[in-house]
């Protein structure tokens, strides 16, 4: 049990160092330009943390940070920006009272989607070699073809965010860094067992 209690607490301090990186490499960057590779190079240490590699901390985050400054970018900003234009749009629908029901529903719809695809994106970037182009219709086709796995992922998003929302302090310690490491951590287990299942077709 201890040693479980110790683990336990040492992913949560990995989590909130993580977390703490991310913060800062996106302040960084002035926001705009630091969220991208900011997202990357936590992802990138993550997926290497759940493969048990040792990692040199706040070196290791900037040398990724810096060699995927603007392919990290290309790959993040854009659903960012969606994903603003339609929390504007939820808003703005829901300001306008019972007129505007219908359009909130289509973009709480569009949220969820987009949230879904979201979820796979990183880390299909740091699993995968893939053109730029192609992370995108690839995190999309894993969305609808794996659709337990992708209300899994779903409902660890909503825990966090509806944790963060009761402890506002978790936000700043440990909220993102909690999200990344458990997608990070569950998404290398479905790629597993989708590469499992391609493999066990192509044998027949």
Not at 17 to 31: C, K, Y
Request: hydrophobic letters at 55%; one cysteine or more; aromatic letters at 12%.
């Amino acid at each position: 049990m201890s040693i479980r209690f110790q683990a336990a607490c040492s992913e949560v301090v990995w989590a909130a160092r993580l977390n703490a990186q991310w913060i800062v490499f996106t302040l960084l960057g002035g926001v705009l330009l630091g969220l991208g590779p900011a997202t990357v190079a936590a992802y990138t240490l993550a997926r290497r943390h759940a493969h048990g590699e040792s990692i040199q901390g706040w070196a290791a985050f900037w040398g990724v940070y810096r060699r995927e400054f603007i392919r990290a970018s290309l790959l993040v900003l854009p659903p960012a920006v969606a994903a603003a234009v339609l929390v504007g749009n939820y808003l703005y629908f829901t300001a306008l009272g019972p007129e505007g029901a219908a359009w909130r529903v289509v973009t709480v719809v569009a949220l969820v989607a987009l949230a879904g695809v979201g979820s796979y994106l990183g880390p299909l970037y740091a699993h995968y070699d893939l053109p730029l182009p192609a992370y995108l219709p690839k995190a999309s086709l894993l969305a609808l073809t794996r659709p337990a796995s992708s209300a899994l992922l779903l409902f660890v998003l909503a825990a966090i965010v509806f944790a963060t929302m009761a402890a506002p302090l978790l936000a700043p310690l440990v909220s993102v860094g909690a999200w990344i490491c458990l997608n990070t951590w569950l998404c290398l287990r479905f790629f597993d067992e989708n590469e499992a299942r391609l493999h066990s077709k192509g044998n027949r």
